[in-house]
């Protein structure tokens, strides 16, 4: 059971992973920013990739460079991610050590033995610890390319041998650790710098949005968002127009017409920012039962008053 639950903790955690990562250069977002069609990039990667294509390289939206808004959530959600990961990838090197350390116990003592041996040559915990922490085979597995399966074993799988397996997505990079593999690598497409290591995988995404030849798509909203009504310059009559518009009640005094109208546009315009807004029906329901949520809230107010 603890099996399975580890595997879907990894699994999900591997989606955020990915979600974190830039679409061009496939490291973690380095002051991310956000496109118009809601999509997330490196800033340096995505302002140079406009030079080359005006458009979003994931939905080949058409995208400016002034479109681009800075995205200081999502660089604090990554910080807080990566200490998360330093942690985890710590506590599942310490369980690891203590199942072999438990093993290579278990074994020494075994029926099968006819000599105990009084000392196992068993490491450290903190020793082995360290060394997988500070090893450069344990910091270049760091730098795999997340298109592509790793030979590690997953720590739900009993291990034979004394050898730590860890998932990859707990061995994240460390800060100042620079290798030839590192290196940025200009692209011969778009001209962007990549990390080495993720050139190949940057590429054939470069050579295929090249073969595809979509044509830049402006963005068409399903439904406009409504624009917004100066209501104390507007008369009751006019109010009442629009109301009857939209499919509301047209009944009630200047303020109740005012809170009404102004409460709708505030939930149509919001729900055309989802993929799937819901329907006028809906939302004028949703409107109506507010509305007399607030009328059976205030009643008894009004009677304590009296």
């Known amino acids: 059971m603890k099996g399975a639950l580890n595997s879907i903790f990894i699994y999900s955690l591997q989606h955020i992973d990915k979600l974190l990562q830039c679409g061009i250069c496939y490291e973690y977002m380095n002051t991310s920013v956000i496109t118009s069609c809601s999509h997330n990039y490196c800033s340096l990667c995505i302002r140079k990739y406009l030079h080359y294509k005006t458009q979003c390289p994931t939905c080949f939206e058409e995208t400016f460079e002034k479109d681009l808004r800075k995205n200081n959530l999502l660089d604090e959600i990554i910080i807080h991610y990566l200490n998360f990961k330093d942690k985890s990838e710590k506590k599942f090197y310490q369980k690891e050590i203590l199942t072999v350390e438990n093993r290579n116990f278990e074994n020494v003592h075994s029926p099968n033995n006819f000599e105990c041996k009084k000392k196992q040559n068993v490491p450290d915990t903190n020793e082995i610890l360290d060394k997988n922490l500070e090893s450069p085979m344990s910091m270049a597995s760091n730098t795999t390319p997340r298109g592509q399966k790793n030979d590690q074993q997953n720590i739900s799988t009993p291990s034979t041998s004394t050898e730590l397996r860890i998932p990859s997505m707990f061995t994240p990079k460390r800060k100042g650790f620079q290798n030839e593999e590192n290196e940025l690598v200009e692209c011969p497409v778009c001209k962007v710098d990549v990390p080495q290591n ?97 009328r059976k809230i205030q009643k008894p107010s009004n009677v304590n008053i009296l």
């Not at 830049?216 to 399903?222: I, T, Y």
């Not at 127009?241 to 009640?249: A, I, P, Q, T």
């Open 198 to 294: 993720n050139i190949n995988k940057h590429l054939d995404d470069c050579l295929k949005r090249e073969n595809t030849k979509v044509q830049p798509k402006k963005c068409e909203p399903k439904r406009k968002p409504l624009p917004k009504l100066v209501l104390s310059l507007m008369k009751d009559n006019i109010i009442r127009k629009k109301l009857k518009e939209f499919g509301l009640l047209t009944q009630g005094d200047r303020k109740t017409l005012e809170t009404r109208l102004q409460r709708y546009i505030i939930l149509y315009n919001a729900e055309c920012d989802k993929i799937n807004p819901r329907s006028i029906s809906e939302l004028i329901k949703q409107c109506e039962e507010e509305e007399n949520l607030e």
